[in-house]
């Protein structure tokens, strides 16, 4: 079991950009993904990004081109930048760690918030 706390999150205007920030509680360097997911009232929490061990990084269509991934297995931290924000990116987002499919650690959440 890992523990992971998320910060970074916050209230941007459209087009602004965010960097959140996962802190892990120990080396997450066999951890097979490490990801961000992120949830809308009334959605269901949906995959964001996430990036193995050796730097393979996925992408949620919707996020593509705008959002970069990054993992620091030295620090154990997975970083989430956020560029060019529009208001449907409005959500909690948490931090993954994916160890199998019936074991994942979650984070508590942090706020983004995307209006003018």
């Known amino acids: 079991q890992v523990q992971l706390v998320e910060s970074g999150g916050g209230l941007v205007q459209p087009g602004g950009s965010l960097r959140l920030s996962c802190a892990a509680s120990?080396?997450?360097?066999?951890?097979?993904?490490m990801g961000w997911y992120r949830q809308a009232p009334g959605k269901q929490r949906e995959l964001v990004a996430r990036?193995?061990?050796?730097?393979?990084?996925t992408y949620a269509d919707s996020v593509k081109g705008r959002f970069t991934i990054s993992r620091d297995n030295s620090k154990n931290t997975v970083d989430l930048q956020m560029n060019s924000l529009k208001p449907e990116d409005t959500a909690v987002y948490y931090c993954?760690?994916?160890?199998?499919?019936?074991?994942?650690?979650w984070g508590q959440g942090t706020q983004v918030t995307v209006s003018s």
């Open positions: 990036i193995t061990s050796s730097g393979t990084t």
């Open positions: 120990r080396n997450i360097i066999s951890i097979t993904f």
């Open positions: 993954n760690a994916f160890h199998t499919p019936l074991r994942q650690d």
